[in-house]
Each structure stands twice: as C-alpha cells, then as structure tokens.
C-alpha cells in the first residue's frame, strides 16, 4: 500500500511488511522527525491519532518560541501580591500571557510543556471560579493538578497549618496554588518550603491573579491603560480584589476612583493615590470603566449596610446609574456576582457593555503563563 502523506509532507502514515499497525512519521517545521506507531490498524483512526500528535506538537513549539516584547522578565519564584512588584514585571506577565489567549482558542487546548511537574491546588477557603481556572490552566499545560480538599483533611482533625503544609512539602510539588482567609499566610509559607507559590486571595490582603487577569481582559478591549478611569466600587474595605487591582492598575498609570458607603471605606485608602467618593454620580463621572465589588453578605448585611435591597438602590449598578459614566463605559465584576444587589442582571448581560465572560477567558490565560513563568523560574 501506498505512503499516506498530510500536512503537505510533515505527515507521513505507512505500514511496515512485519507489522499490522500504521505507523506515523511526523516532522514539525524546523524540528528533527519522530517516528512511531499508531497503535492503529484502521487507516482512519491512524491519520487521526497523526494529525492530534501533530497539532500538539506544533502548538508546543509556538508556546516554547514565543518572542514577547518586553524584555524585563518576572524572575521571581512566587507570585503572593502586586504591591511589591515592578510596572515591567507586570507588563512582562500581561504580555506573556497574550499568547494563551490565541492557544485557547485552537480546537486542541492541550500542550506537554509543563509535563511532568506536580502544582497542588490547596484552598482553605471556598472558590470555585478561581480554583477551577487555575485547575484549566495547569492541566491544558500538561501538568499534574492535585485538589486538596482541606474540608477533608487532617487540619480537621487538629493538625496544625504547618503540619499540613509541610506534609504536602513532603511530596516534592513543583508549585502551590494557595487561599487562605487570613492575611501573611502565602508568605509564610513560601518560606516554609521549596515549591513555588501563588496567592490565591490571602484574607482581605490581595488576589494577584485577579488583577493581572483585570488588565489583560482591560489591555485587550482598550490597548491602553494611561490616562483612562477606572471607578471600583462596593466593599472596598474587605476586598483583595480592590487592594490588587489599585496597586496595578496605578502603577500602569491608570486613574481610580473608589466608590461606596462610609462604613465599607477603609480609613487607609487616601494612602493607595485614589479618589474616594461615597455616592455613585460624582463616583462614575468621567470613567471609562467601572468595576463593581461583590458584596460580601457573610461579613458585612446589618453591620455595614442595612439591607441588600437599601444597598442596591444607592450602589447597584444598573443602566440608570451606569448613564453617569463615559457614554460607552465598560462594566467588570471578579464574581461571583450577587445579581440585584451589587448589580443588576441587565448590566450584567449586555454584551455591548460587559467584559464580565471576558475575564472569565482572561483569567485561564493569566494562569497559564504564572504556572510557565514560575515553574521555569524555579527550575
């Protein structure tokens, strides 16, 4: 039987006398040819099996070769907050990231570059969204994914923290995902053991991948953060979220506004470079983009705020209030969102004028290259 060639000649499916199955030459571009069998007797499956090995192969190659412009890299370790990084070392993660947007899109979403390394998902407080993207994250880079349920394990059995996490130590990861409802906890432990580590939201401290994630989805739909305005508003006084994204977002040379009632202000926020408001109007006037807060219904209904339904009709967002912005505001939310309270459904959904689902993409991107970057940095 006849060579089987595809890919204009980087695949080539042939059969040996000796053998029943197919075998696969395969040649990426500028890459020496792997030879192997299919598996397969069926010429069919054979080509499919090909063609997958291929794409993979070839995505793994535009990954490992990627050109980013700014050439002041991250070489830190750890990832546990923006404070204390440099703009360039923010820059360098957005554009680094740029490439996962692209490779998320392929019909196969699967790469081996980080094949092999074991990342530990340990969260010791309840976050789907942002364990889950991490967990996208690392296993479409072909890493091991572990998901430490601390609900089940031993600290409810009256181990300590420590215990635990020297434990986990133990197993010789190559990176540990961390949140933890109190503040120092990720630093505590970076310190504690060989692993890299990202903080994943430490207390009420900062959430550093939900910032990088914020810019990036900002960076892709404006291409600018100089001289733009951006009005966070809602519970600032709880909220890493808030605290990260005005660390970054300033440093890049964007405009704050904080916007929210008195008792959700905190008394220290005069010293982060922001303008306070405490009424939606004078709040959103002139911002170009306005990121709403989830209001924290555990820490805050009848100490801070009287009712959900008192607070949405002052600091819900809806198109009423959204009318005091730029004419074409755009609206952000981390989530989970609290429709009805902090904002309303309308908004939320509008595809015109929501980036909500975009940051939902953004933060699988975002992931993608911290896992990259800090396990190459580790190594």
């Known amino acids: 039987m006849k060579d089987i060639i595809l890919q204009n000649g980087h695949i080539k499916i042939y059969k040996r006398e000796s053998s029943q199955f197919w075998q696969m030459r395969i040649k990426p571009p500028k890459e020496k040819a792997i030879r192997e069998s299919s598996g397969c007797r069926n010429l ?8 997958k090995k291929y794409n993979l192969l070839t995505l793994d190659k535009k990954i490992i070769t990627l050109n980013v412009k700014n050439y002041h890299e991250y070489k830190g370790k750890h990832l546990l907050g923006i404070k204390n990084l440099k703009k360039t070392e923010i820059e360098y993660i957005i554009d680094y990231a ?15 570059i980080l094949e092999g390394k074991s990342i530990f998902n340990v969260f010791f407080e309840d976050s789907t969204r942002t364990r889950t993207s991490f967990e996208i994250a690392a296993k479409r880079l072909g890493a091991d994914l572990i998901n430490v349920s601390v609900k089940d394990s031993s600290i409810n059995k009256g181990e300590t923290l420590l215990d635990t996490v020297v434990t986990i130590g133990s197993m010789d990861p190559d990176l540990l995902i961390i949140r933890h ?32 994630l914020d810019a990036l989805t900002i960076k892709n739909k404006i291409g600018k953060f100089r001289d733009i305005k951006i009005a966070i508003c809602g ?28 008792t959700l202000i905190p008394d220290d926020i005069n010293d982060l470079g922001v303008s306070v408001y ?11 983009i306005v990121m709403m807060l989830r209001i924290q219904k555990e820490r805050i209904l009848g100490i801070h705020i009287p009712s959900e339904k008192d607070y949405f009709l002052e600091y819900g967002l809806d198109f009423n209030k959204l009318k005091y912005a730029k004419r074409n505001a755009l609206v952000m939310h981390p989530g989970p969102m609290n429709r009805g309270v902090e904002i309303d459904s309308k908004v ?25 970057i800090l396990i190459d940095n580790k190594g």
């Open 348 to 372: 939320a959904d509008d595809v015109t004028r929501s980036l909500i689902q975009n940051q939902v993409s953004m933060g699988v991107a975002i992931r993608m290259a911290c896992l990259k």
């Open 278 to 288: 405490y009424d939606m109007k004078n709040g959103l006037k002139n911002c170009d």
């Open 44 to 51: 069919k499956d054979a080509k499919e099996i090909a063609l």
């Open 181 to 212: 409802p109190e503040y120092g906890v990720s630093e505590m432990i970076s310190k504690t053991i060989d692993a890299s580590i990202i903080n994943a939201g430490d207390g009420s401290h900062e959430h550093p991948t939900q910032a990088l």
């Open 98 to 112: 740029q490439q996962f947007i692209e490779f998320n899109k392929q019909k196969v979403k699967k790469s081996n």
């Open 235 to 262: 519970d600032i006084l709880h909220s890493r979220v808030a605290r990260s994204n005005i660390y970054l977002l300033k440093k890049l040379g964007a405009k704050i506004n904080v916007v929210g009632p008195k």
